[in-house]
């Protein structure tokens, strides 16, 4: 089992910015792939970005395209989500989660293990 705690959620407002990290404990080397998507209420769950452990290789949905940067730590089996110029619509929870696949993806269905998740707001 992989387990992942995100952290660094908050109230910001338009136009500022703000840094998520996911830790991962447990069987990581068991996965391949970490992504962000985030759920706002009364809405499905909607891909932000995806990141390769190995290499780096990264993909981003248009919308947060230029906005938004994932990154990742090795050493500290840390992924993060650097989210700067951020809008009223990036308001949601937040989730990190982590897939045993070997390449990169945009569907929730696809990932195997998922955090808790972490609130960002963004006012006005």
């Known amino acids: 089992q992989v387990q992942l705690v995100e952290s660094g959620g908050g109230l910001v407002q338009a136009g500022e910015s703000l840094t998520l990290s996911c830790a991962a404990s447990?069987?990581?080397?068991?996965?391949?792939?970490m992504g962000w998507f985030r759920q706002a209420p009364g809405k499905e769950r909607e891909f932000v970005a995806t990141?390769?452990?190995?290499?780096?290789?990264?993909y981003y949905a248009d919308s947060v395209k230029g906005r938004f940067t994932i990154s990742r730590d090795h050493a500290k089996n840390t992924v993060y989500l650097q989210m700067n110029s951020m809008k009223p619509e990036d308001t949601a929870v937040y989730y990190c989660a982590a897939s045993r696949r070997t390449w990169l993806h945009p569907k929730p269905n696809v990932y195997d293990f998922w955090g808790q998740g972490t609130q960002v707001t963004v006012s006005s």
């Open positions: 990141i390769m452990w190995s290499g780096g290789s990264t």
């Open positions: 447990g069987r990581t080397f068991s996965t391949n792939v």
